[in-house]
């Protein structure tokens, strides 16, 4: 059997292979409401066959979008097309995710496709911004306002209705986004949390909100579903976080009850990042070895290095995201490729055998 395509069970749940669609922002949203695209989107790549499909970064807040057409769960009103979307997913044999995420200081974007600039907050479809610190993204955007208490609060409350909603719109994994340089990684990150009150200083004042937020979300997400966490596990730059820090953070996670680190790496500074096939692999081989099951993601494109990934036990699961969106039945054809049988979709079994 093709590595690849052995199930595993993550604490309640049973995925049916080892594939993951990886978060990716469609910024197609109003109000944070998804729509047929993210139907669509997300349903065909169910129908392709990945096990586990992740929502992208899906805004806790208004405040915490990167852009005003960011998916947001921060209404109840949002949990009905949500809803139906995991309803899709779970009748096509995958499993719901959604990554809860809350953008800091790399909030309030234009859109890729309108050139990703900062929207000053006094601009339309632009608000204020908060961080760890004072520090802007980059030169030329407007500094983010260093959260206080009262608004470290809001966060830690925001995440929570948010799991709650999660569950409430039927998804059966929540993935905290602690990468890219969103919020949570802006506090872990020497680089960006400049505070000198217990959230700054110290490794352990640094992953503090970290701990909080995820603590939050346990109180209200079943102990029986996976929780999984997004880390940028090292920023590429002399002086930042490091893949021994991720090391040390994920033993902390794993005794905390997070099941699974999905291991990414940089977006909180520029940096001069080694892009070759797997790159990231080894991070997620690194933080695997505390114990916890891991994630590799980033230019894995083959069905072949996929299975490698599995077979060699250098992670558990191999997330994808543009290969996805070039091939949303990868998973099928990735099977047929490694010799693998699989059930395709009944209105698809035509097409199966070529
Ligand atoms: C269109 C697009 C949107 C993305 N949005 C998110 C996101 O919402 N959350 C996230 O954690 N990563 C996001 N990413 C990063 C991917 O999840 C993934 O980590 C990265 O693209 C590397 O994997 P790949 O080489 O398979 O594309 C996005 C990537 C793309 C291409």
């Known amino acids: 059997m093709a590595h690849l395509f052995s199930p595993i069970k993550i604490k309640n749940i049973e995925f049916k292979n080892r594939l993951v669609v990886s978060p990716m922002c469609q910024y197609s949203a109003e109000d944070g409401f998804a729509n047929n695209w993210h139907l669509v989107h997300l349903g065909s790549r169910a129908v392709g066959g990945a096990a586990l499909i992740i929502t ?19 209404k109840d009103e949002h949990i009905a097309k949500l809803k139906e979307i995991t309803d899709f997913i779970h009748q096509n044999g995958s499993i719901a995710g959604i990554q809860l995420a809350h953008a800091g ?4 974007h234009e ?13 339309p479809n632009g608000w204020k911004t908060y961080s760890a610190s004072a520090v802007p993204l980059g030169e030329g955007e407007q500094a983010p306002i260093e959260l206080d208490k009262a608004g470290i609060e809001k966060i830690k409350a925001d995440f929570k209705a948010a799991a709650i909603r999660a569950l409430q719109s039927g998804f059966k994994v929540i993935e905290i986004h602690a990468a890219h340089g969103y919020l949570l990684h802006q506090f872990y990150s020497p680089l960006s949390n400049k505070r000198i009150d217990e959230y700054g200083g110290s490794f352990e004042n640094r992953i503090r909100l970290l701990l909080e937020v995820i603590a939050t979300v346990q109180e209200v997400w079943p102990a029986e579903n996976p929780l999984f966490v997004r880390l940028s596990a090292t920023e590429w730059t002399e002086g930042g976080w490091t893949i021994g ?14 099941d699974f680190i999905d291991s990414s790496s940089g977006g909180n500074v520029k940096a001069q990042i080694p892009l070759k096939p797997g790159y990231q692999v080894e991070f997620a081989q690194a933080i695997r070895k505390t114990g916890i099951l891991t994630g590799a993601v980033g230019l894995i494109t083959t069905p072949t290095q996929a299975d ?6 250098e992670a558990d699961m191999v997330i994808m995201a543009r290969e996805m969106l070039r091939d949303p039945y990868f998973p099928l054809h990735a099977a047929r490729e490694l010799g693998h049988d699989v059930k395709w979709p009944d209105q698809y079994e035509r097409a199966k055998l070529v």
């Open 308 to 313: 490698e990934i599995i077979k060699t036990g």
């Open 111 to 123: 859109v890729p496709w309108k050139g990703n600039a900062q929207i000053k907050s006094d601009q």
């Open 56 to 74: 992208e970064a899906t805004a806790v807040s208004p405040e915490g979008r990167i852009s005003y057409a960011d998916l947001g769960i921060y």
């Open 105 to 108: 200081r790399k909030a309030s």
């Open 245 to 258: 820090d991720s090391v040390q953070l994920a033993k902390i996670l794993k005794d905390k009850g997070v």
